[in-house]
């Protein structure tokens, strides 16, 4: 397998595995060199181990960083600050991918980026769907449960505080859907979080009047 051999079978699809390349007839352990020379030769990115993105200018279409970060951690899907802000709930830009998972937390940066994943239980792996973009499919969650999550994660370990509240400095909510609010928060038995997701839906309600 030379790059020219590689580039004919994967330019269309330049996020890739390691194990994809098993069309090839190579051994694993001459693929395993070929592609840190390449990442050596900065014609492949590596994102994580097993994850490879081929470098510009030599990939034919660009992947988006929310591509990356769905499909290089499995099970996830994009929440927290970077779907808040996609969906305009936080003034602030948030270039950096941040996921939740059932998997362990973690945090790497590649390509450019901080891919944070942060980890939840699985009864409460839900509240996401699948968006197109750029021509890609993406799984992310609604307003309501990127919203539910950063709560539920800001709540391990702390109490409630309506100074953290207002620090998120919500704004849009015209289309919060506060029923689905309630339905995500009856997923937990937790009192804290009963008490906390109240608060929340009383200051959303607060904003909008």
């Not at 100074?163 to 506060?178: A, H, P, T």
């Not at 029923?179 to 997923?187: A, D, G, L, N, R």
Request: glycine share 2%; proline share 4%.
């Amino acid at each position: 397998m030379n790059w020219s051999e590689f580039l004919y079978k994967f330019a269309d699809q330049p996020l890739f595995h390691s194990s994809m390349l098993q069309v090839f007839r190579e051994s694993q352990a001459y693929l395993r060199v070929q592609l840190s020379r390449w990442v050596d030769a900065k014609k492949l990115i590596q994102i994580r181990r097993g994850w490879y993105l081929i470098a510009e200018p030599y990939r034919s279409s660009a992947i988006p960083p929310a591509v990356i970060a769905n499909r290089v951690v499995a099970p996830s899907y994009l929440s927290l600050e970077w779907v808040l802000s996609f969906y305009g709930i936080i003034p602030e830009e948030t270039p950096n991918p941040t996921s939740v998972t059932t998997a362990r937390a973690e945090d790497f940066q590649a390509a450019g980026r901080l891919f944070i994943y942060r980890h939840i239980k699985p009864s409460y792996f839900k509240g996401y769907s699948r968006m197109k973009q750029d021509d890609h499919e993406i799984l992310i969650a609604s307003q309501e449960k990127a919203l539910w999550d950063k709560l539920y994660l800001y709540l391990r370990g702390r109490s409630f505080s309506s100074r953290w509240l207002e620090g998120l400095r919500l704004q849009n909510l015209e289309e919060f859907n506060l029923s689905q609010w309630k339905e995500y928060t009856m997923m937990t038995s937790l009192a804290s979080l009963h008490r906390a997701s109240s608060l929340v839906a009383d200051y959303i309600q607060e904003i909008r009047r």
